[in-house]
Nanobody
Framework: QVQLVESGGGLVQAGGSLRLSCSASGSTSSIVTIGWYRQAPGKQRELVAVIRSGRSTNYADSVKGRFTISRDYAKNTVSLQMNSLKPEDTAVYYC???????????????WGQGTLVTVSS
């Protein structure tokens, strides 16, 4: 079991910056992938950025060059530094972790409660 709690969302003007944090607890050593997804009103949830246990990363094309994901193993946190924010970045941002299920080949998904980011123009 993994528990995820996000923080750092808020209201920011276009062009500004925010830093989101996700605090993980539980079986954190088993996490193989952790990262961020977002869901805007009327849109499906989409991947923003993920980081794997091997520290490789993947970013959505729309955020490359603006967002940076990082993981602090000592603190069991993952952060998303968001720069040059645009109104289209407005969404609820969710932290997600994938953990192998004990005794099986399946991966379990764990989600945080979400944090709202609103970018005004």
């Amino acid at each position: 079991q993994v528990q995820l709690v996000e923080s750092g969302g808020g209201l920011v003007q276009a062009g500004g910056s925010l830093r989101l944090s996700c605090s993980a607890s539980g079986s954190t050593s088993s996490i193989v992938t952790i990262g961020w997804y977002r869901q805007a009103p009327g849109k499906q949830r989409e991947l923003v950025a993920v980081i794997r246990s091997g520290r490789s990363t993947n970013y959505a094309d729309s955020v490359k060059g603006r967002f940076t994901i990082s993981r602090d193993y000592a603190k069991n946190t993952v952060s998303l530094q968001m720069n040059s924010l645009k109104p289209e970045d407005t969404a609820v941002y969710y932290c997600n972790a994938e953990v192998p299920r004990s005794g099986s080949y399946y991966l379990d998904d764990y989600w945080g409660q979400g944090t709202l980011v609103t970018v005004s123009s």
